[in-house]
C-alpha cells in the first residue's frame, strides 16, 4: 500500500480499504495484516475504520478494537505531522536514551505517547530498534538521529525539526 | 528448477570461483544502511561495476559500529580487507590502492582483529558473503543443497534422527531439544502440520535474528523446508518482528524468487513434497514471542498465552499440530544436514553443542554480532569486542528481560545453557549487554520492570499487578525513598510472581531483579541509606515515574 500521503480523496482511501479486504478475501484470520494494511492507508485507526473493517471480516467490533489496542503498532489516534520516537531499548537506556525522551518531554511540552496540541509533533518511544551500535538514538520521522551525548541529542532532534518545519516538507 | 539443474547451478558456482579479478562486498545490513551503506554501493558501482571487478551488497560482516563495512579481496583466493566507516570517497581510494598495488591500510580494520577471526560462522556462513537480494547468489554458496540431499537421500524420520543425534536445542532462550520437538511433531496425528519460524525478536538488546534474517533469509527458508518435509507439513509460517521492515522485505522476496524457482511452493524439485511459505508481521508485542501467543497473533487475535500443555506441537494453530522453533534454531539445520551431526556435535561443549551467535552492545569497543562455539567464556566474548569501553568490566546481562546477569568474579563461565543457568541467568536468545563500572545495577532492574510492566499482556494478575508493584517498589529504591520492608516486599512480589503467573514473561520478569540482588545487593543496600546511588546515576538522572 502506498503511504497515506498519497491519497488524495476519501473515495480513494475507501478503495484502497477494499483491495485490501479482497487481497485478504475477507478473511477474519488476516486481521492483523489487515489492519497494518488500513493504518498505511489512513494513518492511524479511527473507531469508524475499526467498525467497518468489523463489519467486513464479520468479527465483534469488540474483538478487533481488542487487538487493534492490543499491539503497540496500531495507532488509534493521528500522529502529529512530525514524529519522534526515542529508542528505549537496554543498550539505549543505559548510554542515557531514558534521560533522553525525559529531556524532549520536557522540551516540548507533551509527553510519551502524546501529539503536541497544535498536531505538528508527537513523540513515542520503542524499546529496542535492534541497532544498538548507535545507542543513543531517537528516529525523527524516518531517519535515525545518534550524537555522543544526551544534550547534544536532544538539539540535533530539535535542528531537524526545525530544518523540516522551515522546508515545509511533510515526512 | 529440477534437481539436475541445480545440481548444475552448484557446478557452475565451483568454476566461477577461481576467476580472477576483485570481489567489493558492502554491507547492506540495517545498522551500515542507517550509516549510509547504500551510498557507497551506488558510489562503486557506478567507478567499479565492470568485470573485472564485481561490487555487490551483502548481509551483516559482524562489526556493526564500524559500519559502513566494506570487504576487498581477491576473486581467486587470498585474504580479505576490511575497511570500516566507509565512505564513498574513503571506499573509491580502497579500492584503487588495491587495484594499483598501493598502500591499502587507510581506514583497514586489522587483519588480527579478534572480532572477525575468532568467530566460527556457521549459521552466519554466507551472512556477509552471499547477495541476500538474490537466490543465485545463495545457490553460489551452496544455499539450499541440504534440501536437494534430503529430498533425495533420506527419510523424514532419519532427518529428526539426524537433527536429534546433532545434539541442537532451542536457540530462542529455552533450550530445548530440536529433534525431539521435530520427532514429535511428526507422530502427531493430526489433519494438518504447519511450521512456524519465531522471528519475534523482541529482548532489548538482542539482533541475532535480524541479522540472519536480513543477510540470509534463503538459509531460514531451507531450514524451514527441511523441517515441514521431516514432520510432514505442507504450510509454514514467518512472525516477524514489526521493527524489522528490512528483514520482511528481503524475507518476503527470497520467498517469492525460492517459489519461481521450485525451491518453494507445490511440487518442491519435481517431487510429490510442497510446502508454502507466508510471512506476518508482528504489531509490537514483546508478549508474542511466546509461542502460545505467537501463535493467537499468526491467527489475528490479541497475542496473550494460554496454559501449556497442550504444547503446539500436539495443539497449536487451528487446533493442528504445530513446529514452532527459534529463527536461529532453523538456521542450524541446513548445515547439519550437509555436513554430518557428528560434526556439530563436535562443536561446543557436552550438552550444549554448535554454535551460537550473540549480539554483544553496551560498554563495549565494537557493538555488533559475533558466532562462537557454544562453551566460550564470556571473558573471551568481551576480548573479541574490544574490551570493556570507558571502565572496567562491572556485568554482563544475558538473555534481556527474562535473564540475569553475571559478575565480574564469574567472567570465565563458560557460555553454554547449564552454566548460565547455575549463576541464575539464562541463554535466552543471545543479546549480550556489558555494563562498566559507572552503570547501577539497581536502575537496570527497575528498567527491566518497566519494560515487562509496559509488556504484560494483562491476562494474569501476578503479572499485570506483580510487575507494577514491583516497578514502583524498584522506583523507589532508585529514587532513594525505599526502607528495609520494601527490599523484603519485593523480594517475596518477585517469588510469587515467578510461581504463580501464567507465561514465561511472568514467570521471568523477576529474574533480572533476582539477579541482581544475588550478586550487587550491596547496591540495593546502599540505595537505602541517603547520598543513595554508589555508581551516581540515580542521583544523576531523576527521572519520572513512568519511565
Known amino acids: 500500500m502506498p503511504p497515506y500521503e498519497d491519497y488524495k480523496t476519501a473515495a480513494d482511501r475507501q478503495n484502497a480499504i477494499e483491495q485490501i479486504l479482497r487481497q ?32 467486513q471480516l464479520k468479527l465483534p467490533p469488540s474483538l478487533v478494537y481488542g487487538v487493534a489496542s492490543f499491539y503497540h503498532a496500531f495507532r488509534l489516534e493521528p500522529r502529529g505531522q512530525h514524529h519522534c520516537t526515542v529508542c528505549t531499548g537496554t543498550s539505549c537506556h543505559i548510554k542515557g536514551g531514558t534521560a533522553l525522551l525525559a529531556e524532549l518531554e520536557r522540551r516540548f511540552g507533551i509527553s510519551c505517547g502524546e501529539t503536541a496540541p497544535d498536531g505538528s509533533f508527537s513523540l513515542d518511544s520503542v524499546r529496542c530498534l535492534g541497532v544498538c551500535d548507535l545507542a543513543p538514538l531517537a528516529v525523527l520521522d524516518d531517519a535515525i538521529i545518534s550524537a555522543e551525548t544526551i544534550a547534544a541529542l536532544a538539539d540535533r532532534v530539535c535542528q531537524c525539526l526545525a530544518e523540516k518545519n522551515s522546508t515545509g516538507k511533510s515526512p | 528448477m529440477t534437481r539436475d539443474e541445480l545440481r548444475e547451478k552448484f557446478r557452475c558456482a565451483r568454476e566461477a570461483r577461481t576467476t580472477a579479478g576483485l570481489r567489493i562486498s558492502v554491507c547492506l545490513g540495517s545498522p551500515c544502511v542507517a550509516t549510509g551503506a547504500e551510498t557507497v554501493l551506488r558510489a562503486l558501482r557506478e567507478s567499479y561495476g565492470d568485470l573485472a571487478v564485481e561490487v555487490i551488497g551483502t548481509g551483516c560482516m559482524g562489526p556493526c559500529s564500524r559500519g559502513p563495512v566494506v570487504r576487498i579481496e581477491d576473486r581467486s583466493g587470498g585474504s580479505a580487507a576490511y575497511y570500516e566507516k566507509a565512505t564513498p570517497t574513503t571506499a573509491r581510494a580502497a579500492v584503487r590502492a588495491h587495484l594499483k598495488g598501493h598502500d591499502t591500510s587507510q581506514g583497514r580494520l586489522p587483519a588480527d582483529l579478534p572480532f572477525m577471526i575468532r568467530q566460527q560462522r556457521v549459521v552466519l556462513a554466507n551472512s556477509g558473503i552471499c547477495d541476500p537480494e538474490s537466490l543465485a547468489s545463495t545457490l553460489e554458496n551452496n544455499g539450499y543443497a541440504a534440501l536437494l540431499q534430503v529430498m533425495e537421500k533420506m527419510a523424514p524420520e532419519e532427518v529428526c534422527r539426524e537433527i536429534s543425534g546433532s545434539g541442537l536445542r532451542g536457540r530462542g532462550g529455552a533450550g530445548y531439544p530440536t529433534g525431539t520437538k521435530w520427532e514429535l511433531v511428526r507422530t502427531a496425528n493430526s489433519r494438518r502440520k504447519y511450521v512456524v519460524a519465531n522471528g519475534d525478536e523482541g529482548d532489548p538488546g538482542a539482533f541475532m535474528d535480524r541479522t540472519l534474517m536480513e543477510s540470509d533469509p534463503h538459509r531460514l527458508l531451507e531450514g524451514m523446508a527441511i523441517a515441514a518435509y521431516a514432520v510432514g507439513a505442507s504450510q509454514g509460517f514467518i512472525y516477524v518482528r514489526g521493527e524489522y521492515p528490512l528483514a520482511a522485505r528481503r524475507l518476503r522476496q527470497a520467498i517469492s524468487e525460492a517459489t519461481r524457482a521450485g525451491l518453494l511452493g507445490r511440487h518442491i524439485l519435481e517431487s510429490g513434497f510442497s510446502f508454502t511459505i507466508r510471512l506476518r508481521i508482528g504489531a509490537g508485542a514483546f508478549v508474542c514471542g511466546e509461542e502460545t501467543a505467537l501463535m493467537a497473533s499468526i491467527m489475528g487475535r490479541r497475542g496473550q498465552p494460554v496454559i501449556r500443555p497442550p504444547y503446539p506441537a500436539q495443539r497449536g494453530l487451528w487446533a493442528q499440530s504445530t513446529l514452532i522453533n527459534n529463527v536461529e534454531t532453523f538456521g542450524c539445520i541446513a548445515p547439519i544436514i550437509n555436513q554430518g551431526a557428528g560434526w556439530f556435535r563436535s562443536i561446543g561443549v557436552p550438552g550444549s553443542s554448535g554454535t551460537k551467535v550473540f549480539s554483544i552492545s553496551g560498554d563495549v569497543a565494537t557493538v555488533g554480532v559475533m558466532e562462537v562455539p557454544l562453551g566460550t567464556p564470556l571473558r573471551e566474548l568481551v576480548a573479541m569486542a574490544g574490551g570493556v569501553s570507558n571502565g572496567s568490566f562491572k556485568a554482563a546481562q544475558t538473555g534481556g528481560a527474562s535473564g540475569g546477569c553475571i559478575p565480574a568474579s564469574h567472567l570465565d563461565t563458560p557460555m553454554d545453557y547449564e552454566s548460565l543457568t547455575s549463576l541464575g541467568s539464562i541463554m535466552g536468545s543471545g543479546g549480550l549487554i556489558i555494563m562498566n563500572d559507572q552503570r547501577c545495577m539497581p536502575d537496570m532492574a527497575r528498567f527491566f520492570m518497566r519494560f515487562c510492566q509496559d509488556e504484560s499482556c494483562g ?20 529514587s532513594g525513598d525505599a526502607t528495609e520492608d520494601d527490599l523484603a516486599k519485593l523480594e517475596e512480589l518477585c517469588r510469587f510472581m515467578h510461581d504463580a503467573s501464567l507465561c514465561g514473561l511472568g514467570m521471568a520478569a523477576p529474574t533480572p531483579v533476582l539477579g541482581t540482588l544475588r550478586w550487587f545487593r550491596d547496591e540495593y543496600e546502599a540505595h537505602l541509606r541517603a547520598g543513595g546511588c554508589p555508581a551516581g546515576v540515580c542521583d544523576r538522572e531523576r527521572k519520572p515515574c513512568h519511565l
Not at chain 1, 30 to 49: C, D, F, N, P
Not at chain 2, 459 to 478: F, M, N, S, Y
Open chain 2, 459 to 478: 491476562k494474569c494478575v501476578p503479572c499485570r499487578a506483580g510487575t507494577e508493584q514491583a516497578a514502583q517498589l524498584l522506583h523507589r529504591i532508585t
Open chain 1, 24 to 55: 485478504h478475501r475477507h478473511n477474519p484470520d488476516a486481521l492483523i495484516e489487515v489492519l497494518h494494511s488500513a493504518q498505511e492507508v489512513y494513518g492511524h485507526l479511527s473507531r469508524e475504520l475499526l467498525g467497518h473493517l468489523a463489519e
